[in-house]
């Protein structure tokens, strides 16, 4: 895939996108209207950003997810929806419009991995407490979802999977970064923590937060 140089930027109050990740999204506003409009026509090309907290509205926070626009469909209305896939983590190095939509210039940021038995030690780690968290009584439409949002993941049956048929599955990802991010934006309900995994290139200190919010939350849950 050839990238431009600069992207349009949508910026939303709780969403983040992360790489290989399916996000459906809803577009109503004129100006974002226009915006899929002109990648459509283009490289099919933009980035979703957190709204950066404390600030204005619009403003994006700096690390934003790349993605591509799988489908789309347009309404007799001018609204559409669409599904766009998580590419890469990219910072937004320089505004270059804001009128009608907002245009970035991108850096691409690499997933760092330092200790691979650190990591291997950390995954296994992250696996246990899901299948703890799911335990304590997840509903099974959030399991069919950590297959359904992977843009490579398997095919559900209409009974559902069941909690060993997930934690196989993320188990076999060759991945832990995929597994990462699946699991962060699947079972972390609060935005500025999903956030937080999405900015952290380094895949150990990546794990360990999400290692952190994942055992508060089940902690919470115990109360």
């Known amino acids: 895939m050839v990238l431009p140089s600069e992207v349009p930027v949508m910026t939303l109050p709780n969403a983040i996108l992360f790489p290989q990740v399916m996000l459906p999204l809803f577009i109503f506003e004129p100006r974002y209207r226009k915006m899929l409009r002109d990648v459509l026509d283009s490289h099919r090309l933009f980035a979703v950003a957190m ?9 994006p926070s700096n690390i ?15 609204t559409s929806h669409l599904i766009l896939q998580g590419v890469a983590r990219i910072a937004l190095t320089a505004t270059t419009k804001q009128r009608p939509y907002r245009l970035e210039k991108f850096q691409m940021l690499e997933t760092k991995r330092t200790n691979s038995l650190a990591v291997d030690a950390l995954t296994e780690k992250v696996l246990d407490l899901v299948t703890e968290r799911f335990k ?28 060993d048929t997930i934690i196989d599955y993320l188990g076999k990802l060759e991945n832990p ?8 934006c699947t079972l972390l309900s609060i935005p500025t923590q999903r956030q937080l995994i999405l900015e952290t290139v380094d ?15 089940i902690g919470s849950q115990e109360k």
Request: glycine content about 10%; overall charge positive; aromatic content about 4%.
């Open 203 to 217: 895949l150990e200190t990546r794990l360990k937060h999400l290692i952190h919010f994942l055992m508060a939350d």
């Open 64 to 78: 934003a997810g790349l993605g591509l626009v799988r489908a789309a469909v347009t309404h007799k209305d001018g």
């Open 177 to 184: 970064d995929q597994l990462a991010d699946l699991v962060s």
């Open 136 to 163: 304590q009584g997840f509903p099974f439409p959030i399991l069919n979802q950590l297959l359904k949002m992977d843009a490579q993941g398997e095919k559900t049956s209409g009974t559902g999977a069941s909690l």
């Open 51 to 59: 709204q950066r907290p404390n600030s204005t509205k619009g403003t």
